[in-house]
T-cell receptor
Framework: GQNIDQPTEMTATEGAIVQINCTYQTSGFNGLFWYQQHAGEAPTFLSYNVLDGLEEKGRFSSFLSRSKGYSYLLLKELQMKDSASYLCAVSGNTPLVFGKGTRLSVIA | EAGVAQSPRYKIIEKRQSVAFWCNPISGHATLYWYQQILGQGPKLLIQFQNNGVVDDSQLPKDRFSAERLKGVDSTLKIQPAKLEDSAVYLC?????????????FGSGTQLSVL
């Protein structure tokens, strides 16, 4: 089976950097995904890691360590609009499985 | 490019009633998913279709939930009869064939309230 853990809530200040961690246990591994979900809206794709290391995309970066079953999403230069839930999801021997999400609040 | 279309946007029913949701995926996307998202949790896969065939329905409560994708394009998800614990957002997603098939595109969802 698959198990995904991430913090329930985080708060950070506008302009700062925040790191959202995700640990996972999976049967097989095809990739790790991060999705952003604003309240009342559908999840939207942010990033995808299949190999170890850091993937950078603008203000957002995602890191993967397959041996440790660990990933993080790094958000730089936080903006108020980054207040949302961030979902870690893993693809393995089963279709994409999502964690419960981390609700990030960005404060002034 | 049009996104994943879902309807209705909201639905309120009483327990033991029936309800159906509709989804039209992005054109050319062979794979279609239905997810259930209970408030405060991540989406949980109910069923995955590849064209008009079922790939995974291991978490679909088959005594009350059914889904079909007869022509390999749009899909319907039905609940009959509904229970209070079915209150959730039902998300439809699709993904393209080949490389990148793991990247899901979600519709806006149907928010179901069972009273």
């Amino acid at each position: 089976g698959q198990n995904i853990d991430q913090p329930t809530e985080m708060t950070a200040t506008e302009g700062a950097i925040v790191q959202i961690n995700c640990t996972y246990q999976t049967s097989g591994f095809n990739g790790l995904f991060w999705y952003q979900q604003h309240a009342g809206e559908a999840p939207t794709f942010l990033s995808y890691n299949v190999l170890d290391g850091l993937e950078e995309k603008g203000r957002f970066s995602s890191f993967l360590s397959r041996s440790k079953g660990y990933s993080y999403l790094l958000l730089k230069e936080l903006q108020m609009k980054d207040s949302a839930s961030y979902l870690c999801a893993v693809s393995g021997n089963t279709p994409l499985v999502f964690g419960k999400g981390t609700r990030l609040s960005v404060i002034a | 490019e049009a996104g994943v279309a879902q309807s209705p946007r909201y639905k309120i029913i009483e327990k033991r009633q029936s309800v159906a949701f509709w989804c039209n995926p992005i054109s050319g996307h062979a794979t279609l998913y239905w997810y259930q998202q209970i408030l405060g949790q991540g989406p949980k896969l109910l069923i995955q279709f590849q064209n008009n065939g079922v790939v995974d329905d291991s978490q679909l409560p088959k005594d009350r939930f059914s889904a079909e994708r007869l022509k390999g394009v749009d899909s319907t998800l039905k609940i009959q009869p509904a229970k209070l614990e079915d209150s959730a957002v039902y998300l439809c997603a699709s993904s393209p064939p080949g490389r990148g098939r793991e990247k899901l595109f979600f519709g806006s969802g149907t928010q179901l309230s069972v009273l």
